[in-house]
């Protein structure tokens, strides 16, 4: 099964608050991992990267934490506007793999008003 | 220039057409993804392209047909396909021939199967 997972399904934020949407992986040897935006009706979106060498990278508005000693990835969205409304992908990569990244379940934010 | 298009937006076909999916890209990116998204789930990877040479079948059905013409397209020919296959298909590339480099992703195409 896939090694890469969410741990919620749904996540709800008021508008103006800051979201942080959680991936846990289980690949210790996996060392690229990618966050990506899906809104209704697209294609995923690029969001931002992070290498295994790295804690934490910041993009605009956004930050990937990664927590190597418990396997945990996180993505923070600062002040969330209602365009930040879709599902959000995590994804991992690992070289001695099939040269493949794996998906996680994905985890819809929904911004309240 | 990030832009990854895929046509057609929509297709709706019986289960004894044939048609294709096209993908284009303009970035030099040399490898070239298709992806099978059904609702509420994650992209599946279907066939890879590096260097206009298949390099991966994810054990994809003989009624899915990709083909790389040259290092900017990727087709996928569809034939006698079932409703089960209806799904958001993805096409993506990436830079260089590995998955470890960001892969860009189309807006897809939604198809129906009938």
């Known amino acids: 099964g896939e090694s890469v997972g969410l741990h919620l399904p749904t996540l709800s934020v008021q508008e103006g608050d800051n979201s942080i949407i959680n991936c846990a992986y289980s690949n210790s040897a996996s060392d690229y991992f990618i966050w990506y935006k899906q809104e209704s009706g697209k294609g995923p979106q690029f969001i931002i990267d992070?290498?295994?060498?790295?804690d934490k990278r910041q993009g605009q508005r956004v930050t990937v934490l990664l927590n190597k000693t418990v396997k945990h990835l996180s993505l923070q969205i600062a002040a969330t506007q209602p365009g930040d409304s879709a599902v959000y992908f995590c994804?991992?990569?690992?070289?001695?793999?099939?040269?493949?990244?794996?998906f996680g379940k994905g985890t819809r934010l929904h911004i309240l008003p | 220039d990030t832009e990854v298009t895929q046509t057609p937006k929509h297709l709706v076909m019986g289960m004894t057409n044939k048609k294709s999916l096209k993908c284009e890209q303009h970035?030099?990116?040399?490898?070239m993804y298709w992806y099978k998204q059904k609702a509420k789930k994650p992209p599946e990877l279907m066939f890879v392209?590096?260097?206009?040479?298949?390099?991966i079948n994810e054990s994809v059905p003989s009624r899915f047909s990709p083909e790389c013409p040259n290092s900017s397209l990727l087709n996928l020919h569809l034939h006698a396909l079932q409703p089960e296959d209806s799904a958001l298909y993805l096409c993506a590339s990436s830079q260089g021939q590995g998955a470890g480099d960001t892969q860009y992703f189309g807006p897809g195409t939604r198809l129906t199967v009938l």
């Open positions: 392209y590096s260097y206009e040479k298949l390099s």
């Open positions: 970035m030099g990116h040399r490898a």
């Open positions: 992070i290498r295994s060498n790295m």
């Open positions: 994804a991992e990569y690992w070289m001695n793999r099939d040269d493949k990244i794996i």
